[in-house]
């Protein structure tokens, strides 16, 4: 809208000019024409929006969000309408102590007890995507930091509620699969209410007490 306003700024400025006097009416307008094409040209491109493959967008006209979801291409908007952009993209939320393979968050690993009162420490990897028909009430619900807000906490908690049905040695070993089965529908259900669906979860590995593991490998 920049050069919607300086158009409309220099068409005013032009006007004063050729009705202040005789010297300045052949400049003045002028003046006033540039400001016009200025103008056409901001209000159009203002209202020109490209939304790129793999995003959706959501409108926000005076601060209520519209249930219109725009997906990839060119789209002609309200030019006074403000965007905001949602990567539907399968993204990567990764609890673990390795550094980050090409995921798009990580932190710490998963300390969890099982339910021998045994610390469990746990890498984990949760595949998800955005909803792209759900964005305008995740936007209004919970805005942009959806990872913060809701991945993070609902994965953590989730994982560490499942985990006292276990004792350490299974989860390490026989119940592993039974395990993650049992995280991946808790997680898919909190998700799906909130517009996020869980594509996988991934447990990268399960690591022991010292002691436990030595008593194992002995």
Known sequence: MFLFFLGLIAFAVGFVMARSNARSKTPGRLTSLVGIVLAAIGFFTATIKIVEPGQVAVKKLFGEITPEVLGNGM?????????????IKVQNFTMAAATNEGGD??????????SDGLEVVIDVS??????PEQTPRLLEETGTDYRDRLVR??????IR?????Y???????????????????????DFNKRGIELEQILIR???LPESVRK???S
């Open 167 to 189: 004792d350490a040695v299974s989860l390490y070993s026989t119940k592993r699969e039974e395990f993650q089965t049992r995280i991946f529908n808790s997680i898919k259900d």
């Open 161 to 165: 509620d499942n985990a006292v049905y």
């Open 75 to 87: 789209h002609l908007v309200n030019p006074f309408a403000d965007l905001t952009y949602f990567d």
């Open 126 to 131: 949760i595949l998800y995507h955005l909803q």
């Open 153 to 158: 906490p609902i994965s953590r908690t989730k």
């Open 205 to 207: 590995n399960i690591r």
């Open 105 to 114: 968050a990580s932190e710490e690993p998963l300390h969890v007890l099982s």
């Open 215 to 217: 008593t194992i490998e």
